[in-house]
């Protein structure tokens, strides 16, 4: 059986009709890192002994009549920060590249609990405190759309990971859009959820008030399948939420999309940005409009604010997350990170406090603006992923999360789906961003408009197997 092209969803309809095993699949997935990530580096490791072990265990599961859904079976990579029973966890850091976990990050574990089988840890920019992937430890991820440049990040391994079809689908975190920005850089999927609905216990931090854990996948279908499977209430996690009801992400992409109330910003998320990507977002929100949607022209106001207060309290808490190894272990550190870490210890108190009352103060006055509309369009994207070759990781952070990060202050729910290609062939981010808890409404519009262009089906150009 060959793998290029399939989906979560098409695999786990083989599984469920017994014309593939778990077995088999997690197999052909191997085979393919073999031969890829050597040229990729997506992965940090390759967990083969444990993968072989879990994906036994499921095919003997479902022989027995104990099929646990959709993702039974399916090859999930997980970016290293989350902690994973018995298979180290490094952070993408050399001070950590021995430290193994004694139990699984509670959204790794809900993976386990539906079946799925950790195929290895994706690499990552070090701490998850950049937007290159550039990793003076484990080496630079590479983008599979042009080798020569970054894949985007922190979470760029695992968008890597999937581009190149090692996996069927991804965690990634996202404080600033780490998610989203590779997800747009390696034209896969990417969701960041509303904050509190998937759980940050056993993750490492960044920033205590703007991580986000997300899911990550070759289409929205899949993405809305990894979601069901890690949301829900964590009373160990202080930012989880509980919520009355649960809701079935992947029966959402089905919604209609008629009669949604859709905002496009006139202000800031279109300032300096290429032509191609202004005409692939507003060719989308045409579509989306001759669907029936109502679009409108609007100001999203003081977006700049939310983009400052979110770079205070995310390098003011890095900072302090990673206080001891900054000060004891410096030299062990990338250069860009201490870089931007030195700028969180200078952040005042008085600042961080103000930014902090910015962020209460903007949660009210964005649920009001998505009270009126359901939901916002933007680029992902300000620009192409840059050339590894002489990349500046501190201003490539300041750049890649100039449209995303202002949905991290007040934990937005957002997603990234491919919406068209520069002229350099590499994809084109469409960010859609709706009220907190309104993932629905991402999933049914992304759907939609996936099913109406031919984004998902093109891939880059990579070895086929024999």
């Known amino acids: ?15 469920s009709s017994g014309n593939l095993s778990p077995v088999e699949l997690v197999e052909l997935f191997l085979q393919h890192i073999a031969r890829r990530n050597p040229v990729i580096n997506a992965f940090i490791t390759v967990a083969e002994r444990e993968a072989r072990r879990d994906a036994k265990e499921s095919e003997d599961l479902i022989k027995r009549g104990k099929y646990l859904g959709p993702l039974h079976g399916i090859p999930i990579a997980v970016k290293d920060i989350f902690d994973t029973a018995g298979v180290r966890t490094t952070g993408g850091s050399k001070i950590l590249a021995d430290n193994v976990p004694s139990k699984d990050a509670v959204a790794v574990r809900k993976l386990r609990e539906h079946g799925a089988v950790i195929i290895g840890k994706t690499n990552l920019h070090e701490w998850a405190v950049g937007a290159t992937n550039i990793n003076p430890h484990f080496g630079t991820t590479r983008n599979p759309w042009d080798l020569n440049r970054v894949p985007g990040g922190s979470s760029g391994g695992s968008a890597a990971a999937l581009a190149a079809e090692m996996c069927l689908g991804a965690l990634g975190t996202d404080t600033g859009g780490s998610v989203r920005i590779p997800a747009s850089a390696c034209g896969v999927v990417g969701l960041k959820p509303t904050r509190g609905l998937v759980s940050l216990t056993g993750v490492m931090p960044f920033s205590w008030s703007l991580d986000h854990v997300g899911p990550m996948a070759l289409n929205v279908e899949d993405c809305a399948m990894l979601l069901d499977g890690i949301s829900g209430y964590d009373p160990d996690d202080p930012e989880s939420v ?9 029966d959402s992409i089905h919604r209609p999309v008629e009669g949604l109330r859709i905002a496009i910003p006139n202000n800031y998320f279109f300032e300096s940005i290429p032509e191609e990507t202004t005409r692939a977002v507003h060719n ?15 100001s999203y106001p003081d977006v700049e604010e939310d983009e400052r207060a979110g770079v205070l309290i995310r390098l003011a808490e890095g900072a302090t997350a990673h206080y001891h190894a900054l000060i004891e272990r410096k030299a062990e550190i ?15 108190v008085e600042e961080y406090a103000v930014a902090r009352r910015m962020q209460a103060r903007k949660a009210r006055l964005r649920a009001q603006f998505f009270e009126e509309f359901d939901l916002l369009v933007t680029p992902t994207l300000p620009t192409e992923p840059p050339p590894i070759l002489g990349a500046d990781s501190v201003r490539e952070a300041g750049e890649l999360t100039k449209l995303t990060s ?7 729910p957002a997603i990234s789906v491919s919406c068209g290609f520069s002229p350099n062939g590499l994809p084109i981010g469409l960010q859609l961003v709706a009220g907190n808890w309104k993932e629905s409404n991402l999933f049914s519009t992304a759907q939609f408009y996936e099913e109406a262009t031919d984004w998902k089906s093109r891939r880059p150009n990579l070895p086929k197997d024999d």
């Open 406 to 412: 202002p949905f991290n202050l007040v934990g937005l």
């Open 334 to 348: 990338g250069r860009d990170v201490v870089e931007r870490l030195e700028k969180g210890l200078q952040v005042s």
């Open 1 to 15: 059986m060959r793998i290029e092209g399939m989906t979560l969803a098409e695999a786990a309809e083989e599984i």
């Open 284 to 298: 989308a929100v045409k579509a989306l409009e001759k669907s029936g949607a109502h679009v409108s022209d609007v």
């Open 242 to 250: 509980p919520r009355p009801t649960t809701e079935n992400y992947q």
